[in-house]
């Protein structure tokens, strides 16, 4: 998972640091308020073969998490639990073979 968090840094910091200024901001409408920043953090993160495999392997995982995100838009913190699940698979997905897993020295 380090190894993607620093892809998704490297290419997409931008947009997640827009995305996160504009979470924090909006603690209960940021589900709407942000949704285009969302997606553009998407946009980004899904051209990344590294971020693909990780989002296919872990689909059902992120997938709760989000739904949690969305029931719980005012007290995200209870969402910990679907989050550390996520990160847990994410931490366990096979990412030999695939191209720019082990990222340059900058």
């Not at 993607?4 to 200024?21: F, L, N, S």
């Not at 073969?49 to 913190?77: G, M, W, Y």
Request: with cysteine; charged share 20%; hydrophobic share 35%.
């Amino acid at each position: 998972m380090e190894v993607a968090m620093e892809i998704t840094a490297r290419h997409c910091r931008k947009e997640i640091e827009d995305y996160g200024m504009c979470v924090a901001a909006n603690p209960s409408s940021w589900q709407q308020q942000c949704q285009e920043l969302k997606m553009k953090v998407a946009q980004c993160t899904s051209s990344h073969p590294v971020i693909q495999k990780i989002r296919s392997d872990c689909a059902a995982e992120f997938s709760q998490f989000e739904c949690c995100l969305r029931e719980h838009q005012t007290a995200v913190n209870s969402c910990s639990a679907h989050i550390s699940r996520f990160m847990a698979c994410a931490e366990s997905v096979d990412l030999s073979g695939i191209g720019g897993a082990n990222p340059q020295p900058t």
